[in-house]
């Protein structure tokens, strides 16, 4: 039986490699190996410490350089993955709400905000994982995360305003309805092939504050200033109940 550190060691490990595009066939093969021999080296009575030579982070760097780097999984998990859950997230609020019309700024911007994001937060699951990073430091990221891909959004819509730019696509009520629908089955297909709710709960954060706001308001500026208070103030509940979940954590 193996104990709670090299069992989080191992989970760190998995995530480690994952986010260096390592092939997942070869990961499992390395982690159901390397769990037999934890369990035979705790028997004898070594700690994870010992085992990994007091560095966690390096015994994870010497089994990531032993490994080829998978570039079609990185391709595929981007094109058939990500990029469709972006797309979902930017798209589905205003599917909804039948206002779905972008300009060429509203989809290279929304799409470079969330490659941004995206980058930070696989950068910070690396970190994590490979535990490079004092708590209060994870904390911040968290926050800087949270917050930048926001404010770039916000950017987007303000130069959108600012410029009086023409939307490139408007579709019609029935392809809003398709468009929607579109989006809501990516979503709920990523939360139960990823068997995580994380993907519904950032939905509600983008999708609720507009609805709330429509009910609260009567002018478009309102309607923005509401909307955009709402969700800043959701984003901040959900990251310091991230934070608290991860104080918690050994």
């Known amino acids: 039986m193996l104990s709670n550190k090299a069992v989080l060691f191992l989970t760190d490990l998995r995530v480690y ?31 994870i410490e010992e085992i990994t030579g007091g560095s966690p982070k390096a015994y994870m760097d010497q089994l ?21 859950l972006a797309l979902a ?12 019309a972008y300009t060429l700024l509203d989809i290279i911007g929304n799409l470079a905000a969330f490659s941004i994001g995206l980058g930070m937060f696989v950068l910070l699951l690396r970190l994590e994982s490979s535990r490079s990073l004092s708590k209060a430091t994870l904390i911040a990221m968290y926050w ?18 600012f410029m009086d730019l023409s939307p490139v696509f408007i579709p019609t009520p029935p392809q809003n309805y398709i468009i ?5 089955l990516v979503l709920i297909s990523y939360s139960i092939f990823s068997k995580t709710w994380i993907t519904i709960v950032l939905s ?14 009567s002018t478009p500026q309102n309607h923005a200033i509401v909307s955009l208070g709402i969700m800043f103030a959701v984003i901040i509940l ?9 104080k918690q954590k050994p």
């Open 17 to 47: 490699l994952t986010t260096y595009g390592k092939n997942e066939k070869e990961i499992q093969e390395i982690v159901t190996e390397l769990e037999d021999h934890f369990v035979q080296a705790e028997k004898r009575g070594k700690s």
């Open 89 to 100: 997230f930017i798209i589905l609020p205003d599917a909804l709400r039948g206002i779905a």
């Open 238 to 246: 959900f990251l310091l109940y991230i934070a608290v979940q991860n």
């Open 204 to 217: 509600c954060i983008v999708i609720a504050p507009d609805f709330i706001a429509d009910l609260l308001t």
């Open 180 to 184: 929607a629908a579109a989006c809501v």
């Open 144 to 161: 800087i995360i949270g917050f930048v891909p926001m404010g770039i959004f916000l950017g987007i819509k303000l130069a959108n305003k």
């Open 64 to 84: 990531r350089n032993e490994m080829k780097t998978d570039q079609k999984q990185i391709m595929s998990t981007l094109l058939l993955s990500f990029f469709p």
